[in-house]
């Protein structure tokens, strides 16, 4: 017998058939749930003794499926088809296949018309918590009056179907399903029965429901692909319950004006455990992509294209509207492949300022909108005929002088957020002044003879721009350093600040090919600290900390956040009423210190 189980956050559904078929079994749980939606996963097991060779299973109605992973997910007329994604077509006997999904609104029983391989198969609904049915199950029935119910709003308990709202349609649910009904939305208390009780909670809970908690913000990480190599940091050693987004970086722009993979061994062939020879690929992406997202399907994961090294053609790219949509559509197809959510453009930067073997043009700031404008439009057409939500954000300048080269608005309009590189201000590029490379705001003794460095080289400032430019405050996720930027020789007045110095220091991964950078990752200045060697000051008109020690490096001035300024920036974000904060990069906080700082201040 066919079994196809199908959970929502407690309850499920089972599909049956008396077809001859190697898959005896097939089980869809939610793995999370929220106001206004759901994420599950699909699991079947080969219980025959052939190798399951190719699958596909559709429906009619069903979940709200707004995204799926580990296999090709289609809309086909009123049907949802989903089918292998090739590297997992092939199930030995005993074998599992595992795909994933997200959709809006609870999961409801309304699947009709079901096939696997072709075959029709049955549909009934299940309470992943046994109900009654588990001889086993000693929960004491109704003498738990916070009950474990998952299918209603935890935050909201009357709010049966996630819709953030108690209304008639909670009563509704409560009346449709009156008696013994476990796992049932209206089984508000989770007893196994919906009578009175139930009906008293989605009384009581009558209207909006609150808002209360942690502010559910984005957070967004990025993530790099050389992470692999002497950091030794590979994509499951992120803290993925603790991020929203996952920016990928970094692809690369070919010649072609496509883009490209970056390090194509890191991204995609790779051999991680559980991976095999002849899957389409492995590498980063697919444990990113779609081994962990089974995990964590809470995870969007964009690819981030460009950055410092990569930015040189992006001002051929955007130049005319068939460079543009070149670009644009080898995105989609690249997204498609390898299972991303979205784009994140890291053009550094247009007009001018990026690495001298650019290439600028003083037509590249109304370009870069047309080429975004591009974006959007292919990103949400291949969205349509997928089923999917497409992201599009960018990283954008920090210095208010670099971001005169934006079309702040327009650009914007284009983009679901930006984040804003919040740091990089100050650093030992410039040996005469030493400062804060992201302070959150000016200091008015900072001495430097460029005004735009001395008043808005700093988080605020950065922010500031498209505030002005009436950009939704919600539409902005300002950027946090989890590394510092250091200068050595420093004369030892005022502790280092605002002090000359003569020579960049070690980092904390120099090598051969980068020599001594003067960028430190947060783990290790927290060791400097904790050794000794470092004394740890605050600039209380910036709200930020340095380091200084008088010896080391003949005088060592380390600009970084902490804790405490992390927190300053956060109280900033929520504030204004921001989108979110984004981070570079994920490796520097081995210990999560300042993650959990964000976490607690953003997180959800």
């Known amino acids: 017998m066919n079994i196809f189980t199908c959970s929502g956050t407690v309850s499920g559904l089972i599909l049956a ?215 030794d940091y590979q994509p499951a050693d992120m803290p993925l319950e603790k991020i929203t987004h996952v920016n990928y970086a970094f692809a690369n722009i070919g010649e072609d004006g496509r883009i490209a993979l970056g390090d194509p061994y890191a991204a995609i062939e790779k051999l991680y455990p559980g991976d095999a020879w002849d899957q389409p690929y492995a590498g980063t992406y697919n444990q990113l992509n779609n081994v962990l997202r089974a995990e964590y399907p809470h995870i969007k994961t964009l690819i981030s294209v460009g950055g410092w090294t990569w930015s040189g053609r992006f001002s051929d790219v955007a130049l005319t509207d068939a460079s543009r949509e070149l670009f644009a559509s080898s995105c989609v197809d690249f997204i498609r492949t390898y299972n991303f959510d979205g784009v994140d453009i890291d053009w550094e930067y247009p007009v001018c300022c990026g690495l001298g073997s650019n290439t600028y043009r003083p037509e590249d700031r109304e370009n870069y909108t047309l080429l975004m404008g591009e974006l959007r439009e292919q990103l949400d057409a291949a969205g349509a005929e997928d089923g999917r939500e497409y992201l599009l954000t960018i990283a954008s300048a920090g210095g208010i002088d670099k971001l005169e080269n934006y079309e702040l608005a327009e650009l914007a309009e284009h983009l679901d957020w930006v984040n804003t590189m919040s740091y990089d201000f100050m650093g030992a590029w410039d040996l005469s002044l030493t400062g804060h490379h992201s302070s959150l705001y000016a200091n008015p003794d900072n001495p430097s003879p460029n005004d735009n460095v001395r008043l808005y080289y700093n988080s605020a400032g950065s922010v500031q721009p498209w505030l002005d430019a009436g950009v939704p405050a919600d539409k902005i996720v300002m950027g946090v350093p989890f590394y510092g930027r250091a200068w050595g020789g420093v004369n030892p007045t005022n502790n280092g600040l605002f002090q000359s110095g003569t020579m960049v220091p070690p980092g904390t991964w120099d090598d051969w090919s980068s020599g001594a950078t003067g960028i430190n990752d947060y783990t290790e200045i927290a060791g400097f600290l904790q050794a000794g060697t470092h004394v740890r000051l605050w600039d209380d008109a910036a709200k930020v900390p340095w380091l200084w020690s008088p010896t080391e490096h003949g005088g060592h001035f380390i600009s970084y956040d902490d804790p405490e300024s992390i927190q300053l920036k956060m109280d900033y974000i929520n504030d204004l009423g921001l989108g979110g904060a984004m981070f570079w990069e994920v490796t520097a906080d081995r210990e999560e210190e300042l993650l959990d700082v964000i976490v607690e201040a953003l997180g959800d």
Not at 60 to 69: K, Y
């Open 17 to 231: 058939s008396t077809a001859m078929a190697s898959v005896d079994s097939l089980t869809v749980r939610a793995t999370n749930s929220w106001s206004g939606g759901h994420s599950g996963e699909i699991e079947f097991v080969n219980d025959g003794t052939d190798t399951v060779d190719g699958w596909t299973f559709s429906f009619a109605g069903g979940p709200g499926i707004s995204s799926a992973w580990n296999c090709t997910w289609t809309i086909e007329g009123d049907r949802q088809v989903f089918t292998d994604a090739g590297w997992n077509a092939s199930v030995p006997p005993g074998g599992q296949v595992t795909v994933g999904y997200e959709a809006t609104g609870a999961l409801q029983e309304n699947i009709a018309d079901a096939e696997f391989n072709g075959m029709p198969v049955t549909v009934t609904y299940e309470g992943s918590d046994g109900g009654g049915n588990d001889d086993g199950d000693d929960d004491g029935g109704g003498d738990d009056d916070s009950g474990d119910n998952d299918t209603t709003n935890p935050t909201c308990p009357g709010d049966t179907d996630g819709s953030g709202v108690v209304d008639i349609s909670d009563i509704l649910a409560v009346l449709d399903a009156w008696g013994e009904c476990a796992g049932c939305p209206g089984d508000i208390n989770g007893d196994g029965t919906i009578n009175v009780d139930d009906m008293l909670v989605v009384l009581g809970a009558w209207g909006e429901c609150p808002t209360t908690g942690p502010t559910g913000k984005r957070i967004v990480a990025y993530y790099i692909e050389w992470g692999i190599y002497g950091r």
